[in-house]
C-alpha cells in the first residue's frame, strides 16, 4: 500500500469533507416547493423527517384502509399530499406534482425512486367545481373552542386542518 | 415544544396556543386523546349494510341515457381521449363502460323492455373468487370493486363475471378525477359510487341523475334494513336477479322484467 | 444392453449459432412486439373489453398444456418403466421446462401490469385456480428440475422413481389446473364443464408428444445422430393413440353439451353457423389435427416414413391450436345469455352480439416469441447438458420390446 502524502491526503479530506457538506445540504434543504399550500404550513402531517422517511408506508397503510374498508378520513391521504403540495404557475393553474422539478419528482428523482401513484391518481388539486363528489368533504367544524377537556357535552372541535397539526406536535418533537 | 421546520408559520401563536393545551391533555389523559383520535376516525365500510340498488325497468324509458351520462361523468371516464384513429367499433368494445342501457324484446310476446346493467355486486361474486392476487374484492358493505394497487391486469375477472360488468383500460389515461384513479392496465367496475356513500350521500350519481329527469327508475339503499325504502319496495313487489340461476345473490334487483 | 452414452449437442458451429441467432432475432422481434402493446396499452391489440382473452393467451395456454404433456416420455420411461422411452427422459424433462417457459413468458408480457410480477407472486388469493396455477408453475420447474438432476448425476439415481412420480402427478396437477382455469367458468356457456379438466390433460399428451418428436428429430437431424426406426414407430403409435383420444374427448364434450337445451346456441355457433370458429373447428382441429395424421401415421404405406411423422406431428400442433383458438376466443366470441327468453335490440356493449376479434400482428409476433424462447432454452439446454444420447439405434437384440 502506497503511503499517503501530506497533500494528497489533505485532498482526500477537503473532498470527503465537501461530500458530506453536500449530502447534508441534499437532506436539510426544504423540497416543498415555493407557491403550495404546504409552503404556508409548520408543518406535513407529521414532522418532517418522519414525512421524509416513512410517508410511504402511511401511505400504503392507510390505502388499504381506504380502499379496503372505505375508511375516508385517514391521517395520509394521498389527494391531500397532492392537495398541499401542488405549486401553481404564473397564470394560476396547478402544475401537476410529479412534474420535473415538483415536489413529488424532485426527491423520487434525486433517490431515483420510481413515483407510480400518479399512473392512476390525479395529479393536481381537483378545482371544486369538477364533476365528481366524492372525497371533496371538507367538515366544517366551529374553531373557537380550544379547550379539549372542557366539557362532555361539548366536544372537542377543531377544524381538520388544526387537527392534523396538532397531530404531527403531539407526535413528533 | 419547538418544530425544527422549514416553514414560516402564519397563525403560530394561536397554534402554540392549542398545542400546549394538547400537549397537556395527551399527557394528563391519554385515554381522552385516544377518544379523541377516533372521534376523528369513521368506521369505514360496515357489515351491518349491504348496499344495492332496485331498477324498475317499466319507468326506465327509451332512448334515455342520464344514467349511464351521470356515471362517466361522476367517475371522470369522460375525461378519457378516444386514441386517434381508433374505429367507433373498437372505441366502444374498449372504453370502459360501468353501466350500459340496455334495451330487450320478448321473444315470445313482443314486449320491450329497457334497463341499465352494470356490476350487480353480488354476495359470491365470481371475479373475486377468480383474482389471484385479491384484488377484485368485496366490501364489508357488500359493494364489489378492484383494488387496483395490486391487480395485475390478469382479465380473468372479467372472464369469470356473467354479466360482462368489468371494463379493462387499455390506454394511457391522462386526468383522472382525485376520487376515481385510474390507470392503463387495469380493471374497473361500477363500485355503487363507493366514494359517494361514505363521505355520506344516500343516492348514487346514476339515481340523482334518473330522478332528475323524472323517471325514479333507479332506488339505491341498504338491503339488511327493513326500514330503508329500497327493502320496503323489495317487499312490496316481485323483483328478480339476472341470471339468478347462479345463485350468486346480486345486491341490484330489478322489477317488470 | 448397451449402456445409453449422453453427449452435449455438438454441431458444427455455423449451423448451430445461425439457428440460435434466427431464434433470438424472433424473441428480440416478440419482445419489440410487447413492449408496443405495454407501452400504448391494449388498445393497439384486437383484444377488447368483449374479447379479453386473445392470441397471447392462445399461444401461452397452448404452450402450457404441451409442456406437460411433453414430461410424459420421462414419466413413461421412469415411472411406469418403458425401456425404449428410458433414454429420451432427460431431454423430454428438458423440453417440458423450456415449453412452460416459453408459454409463460408470453402469458406474463401480456398482463396489463406486466410490472407488477412482484405482486402476482407474492399476494395469493387462495379461492383462485389463477393463484393455484402460479404455485404450479412454479413448483413444476422445481421438481422437473430435480428429476433432471436426478436422471443425469449417478450419486442420485436411488431418487429418480419418488422424483418421477411426484412429477408426474405434478404434471396431471399442472394441466388439471389449466383445464380449469376455463372449467371453473360458470358464466360461459362454452366452458362451464368439469370434463375440461381431464380433456386439457389429453390435449397436453398429445401435443406434448408431437413437439417432443418434432424437436427429437431436428436435433437429431441438427447434431447428425441416428434415431432407430423401432424407436420413432413406438413415439409414433403413442401419438396416433393420443391424437384418437383428443377426438374422443370433443365428441363427448360437444354431445354431453348438445345434451342441454340451454348450450344450443353455443353449439350451433361452434358446430355450424360460427363463420370463422365453426371452420376452425371441422378444418383445423377435426381434419388437420385429427384426421390426416390419423391416416398418416397409421396408414401401411407410411409405417417406416420420418417425413410422414414430422407432417403428421406438425399438423397435431397444428390442429391443437386451433383447438385451444377455438375453446379461448370462440367460448369468449359467443354471447353470454343475460335475459333468457329475450332478444337484445340495443346495447353499447354489444350485448346479445357475437363479439368480434381480429388479431393483430404484435399479438401474434408475442406468441411467436414464446415458441422461441422454448426453443432457445431447449437448444442452449441440449448443447449445455448430457441430455440426448450419442445415438438412438435400435437395440440390436430387440430386449426391449
Redesign the interface.
Same mark, same amino acid.
Given at each position: 500500500m502506497d503511503r499517503l502524502t501530506g497533500i494528497k491526503r489533505f485532498a482526500g479530506v477537503l473532498i470527503g469533507g465537501a461530500l458530506l457538506l453536500l449530502s447534508t445540504g441534499a437532506i436539510s434543504e426544504?423540497a416543498?416547493t415555493k407557491g403550495s399550500k404546504?409552503?404556508?404550513?409548520?408543518?406535513c402531517v407529521a414532522?418532517?423527517a418522519v414525512m421524509r422517511r416513512d410517508h410511504m408506508d402511511y401511505l400504503k397503510h392507510d390505502?388499504?384502509?381506504t380502499?379496503?374498508?372505505?375508511?375516508?378520513?385517514?391521517q395520509y391521504s394521498l389527494?391531500e399530499c397532492?392537495e398541499c403540495h401542488a405549486e401553481k404557475d404564473d397564470a394560476g393553474a396547478y402544475k401537476p406534482v410529479n412534474a420535473e422539478g415538483q415536489f413529488c419528482s424532485s426527491c423520487h428523482n434525486y433517490v431515483a425512486v420510481s413515483l407510480s401513484c400518479f =399512473?392512476?391518481?390525479?395529479k393536481t388539486?381537483?378545482s371544486t367545481a369538477?364533476?365528481?363528489?366524492?372525497?371533496? =368533504?371538507e367538515g366544517s367544524f366551529s374553531t373557537d373552542s380550544?379547550?379539549?377537556?372542557q366539557s362532555l357535552g361539548n366536544?372537542?372541535s377543531?377544524s381538520?386542518d388544526?387537527?392534523v397539526?396538532?397531530?404531527a406536535?403531539?407526535k413528533?418533537? | 415544544m419547538s418544530c425544527s421546520n422549514d416553514q414560516p408559520d402564519m397563525n403560530r401563536r394561536e397554534f402554540l396556543g392549542k398545542s400546549v393545551v394538547a400537549a397537556t391533555a395527551a399527557v394528563v389523559a391519554p385515554g381522552v386523546m385516544l377518544t379523541v383520535a377516533n372521534a376523528a376516525s369513521d368506521e369505514g365500510a360496515s357489515s351491518a349494510v349491504r348496499w344495492g340498488l332496485l331498477i324498475d325497468t317499466n319507468k326506465c324509458a327509451d332512448g334515455c341515457s342520464a344514467c349511464v351520462d351521470a356515471c362517466n361523468k361522476e367517475n371522470g371516464i369522460d375525461l378519457m381521449q378516444r386514441p386517434t384513429g381508433q374505429s367507433d367499433e373498437m372505441w366502444n368494445a374498449q372504453r370502459p363502460q360501468w353501466v350500459r342501457k340496455v334495451k330487450l324484446r320478448d321473444k315470445q310476446t313482443g314486449e320491450i323492455s329497457n334497463l341499465p346493467m352494470m356490476c350487480q355486486h353480488c354476495e359470491h361474486p365470481p371475479c373475486v373468487d377468480v383474482c389471484p392476487t385479491g384484488a377484485s374484492f368485496k366490501r364489508a358493505d357488500g359493494i364489489v370493486m378492484v383494488d387496483r394497487h395490486t391487480c395485475i391486469g390478469c382479465r380473468y375477472c372479467m372472464m369469470a363475471c356473467p354479466y360482462k360488468a368489468r371494463s379493462f383500460i387499455h390506454q394511457d389515461v391522462a386526468e383522472q378525477l382525485t376520487g376515481t384513479p385510474r390507470g392503463k392496465g387495469c380493471v374497473e367496475s361500477c363500485n355503487l359510487c363507493a366514494g359517494r356513500i361514505d363521505a355520506g350521500h344516500s343516492t348514487t350519481a346514476c339515481q340523482d341523475a334518473c330522478n332528475k329527469d323524472g323517471h325514479q327508475a333507479i332506488l339505491f339503499g341498504d338491503l339488511k334494513n327493513p326500514d330503508s325504502a329500497i327493502a320496503k319496495a323489495l317487499k312490496a313487489e316481485s323483483s328478480h336477479q339476472i341470471r339468478a340461476d347462479l345463485e350468486l345473490n346480486t345486491g341490484v334487483r330489478y322489477t317488470n322484467i | 444392453m448397451i449402456k445409453t452414452q449422453y453427449r452435449e449437442l455438438y454441431c458444427s458451429s455455423p449451423r448451430y449459432w445461425g439457428g440460435l441467432a434466427s431464434l433470438a432475432f424472433i424473441i428480440l422481434v416478440g419482445l419489440g412486439a410487447a413492449f408496443h402493446m405495454e407501452h400504448n396499452g391494449h388498445f393497439v391489440t384486437g383484444m377488447s373489453n368483449q374479447i379479453v382473452w386473445g392470441l397471447p393467451h392462445v399461444f401461452a395456454i397452448f404452450l402450457i398444456v404441451a409442456a406437460s404433456g411433453a414430461l410424459n416420455v420421462a414419466s413413461i420411461g421412469s415411472v411406469f418403466g418403458g425401456p425404449m422411452y428410458k433414454p429420451l427422459g432427460r431431454f423430454s424433462g428438458l423440453l417440458a421446462i423450456g415449453l412452460l417457459a416459453g408459454g409463460l413468458v408470453v402469458l406474463l408480457l401480456d398482463l396489463g401490469r406486466p410490472d407488477r410480477l412482484i405482486v402476482a407472486m407474492t399476494t395469493y388469493n387462495f379461492k383462485s385456480i389463477f393463484a393455484w396455477n402460479i404455485i404450479l408453475y412454479t413448483g413444476f420447474f422445481t421438481i422437473v428440475g430435480l428429476y433432471l438432476w436426478t436422471m443425469m448425476d449417478r450419486k442420485f439415481e436411488q431418487y429418480k422413481r419418488p422424483v418421477g412420480f411426484a412429477a408426474f402427478f405434478w404434471r396431471i396437477a399442472l394441466t388439471t389446473g389449466t383445464g380449469s382455469i376455463f372449467g371453473f367458468l360458470v358464466a360461459r356457456e362454452a366452458y362451464d364443464a368439469a370434463i375440461m379438466a381431464p380433456m386439457f390433460i389429453i390435449m397436453s399428451f398429445s401435443y406434448g408428444l408431437a413437439f417432443f418428436i418434432i424437436t427429437l428429430i431436428s436435433a437429431y437431424w441438427w447434431a447428425g445422430r441416428t434415431i432407430g426406426d423401432l424407436r420413432l414407430a413406438k413415439l409414433k403409435n403413442l401419438l396416433g393413440v393420443f391424437v384418437g383420444a383428443v377426438l374422443y374427448f370433443a365428441l363427448v364434450y360437444h354431445l354431453t353439451n348438445l345434451y342441454v337445451t340451454q348450450h344450443h346456441g353455443v353449439e350451433r355457433f361452434i358446430l355450424l353457423d360460427g363463420g370463422v370458429y365453426t371452420n376452425m373447428f371441422w378444418i383445423g382441429q377435426v381434419l388437420i389435427g385429427g384426421i390426416i395424421p390419423l391416416f398418416l401415421l397409421y396408414s401401411p404405406a407410411f409405417t417406416t416414413s420420418r417425413f410422414a411423422i414430422m407432417v403428421a406431428s406438425l399438423l397435431v400442433l397444428i390442429g391443437g391450436f386451433f383447438q385451444v383458438y377455438v375453446i379461448v376466443i370462440g367460448g369468449q366470441a359467443y354471447p353470454m345469455n343475460l335475459f333468457p327468453g329475450k332478444e337484445v335490440l340495443t346495447s353499447s356493449f354489444f350485448d346479445g352480439v357475437v363479439a368480434s376479434y381480429t388479431p393483430t400482428i404484435a399479438e401474434a409476433l408475442l406468441g411467436i416469441a414464446g415458441i422461441a424462447v422454448s426453443m432457445t432454452l431447449v437448444a442452449i439446454g441440449s448443447r449445455m447438458l448430457r441430455v440426448l444420447p450419442e445415438s438412438l439405434e435400435d437395440p440390436a437384440d430387440g430386449e426391449c420390446i
Open positions: 426544504t416543498v404546504a409552503a404556508g404550513l409548520d408543518a414532522p418532517t390505502r388499504d384502509m380502499v379496503r374498508k372505505g375508511v375516508r378520513d385517514t389527494s397532492v =399512473q392512476c391518481h390525479r388539486p381537483e369538477g364533476s365528481g363528489t366524492a372525497m371533496k =368533504q380550544l379547550g379539549l377537556l366536544p372537542v377543531l381538520r388544526e387537527l397539526r396538532l397531530h406536535t403531539v413528533g418533537d | - | -
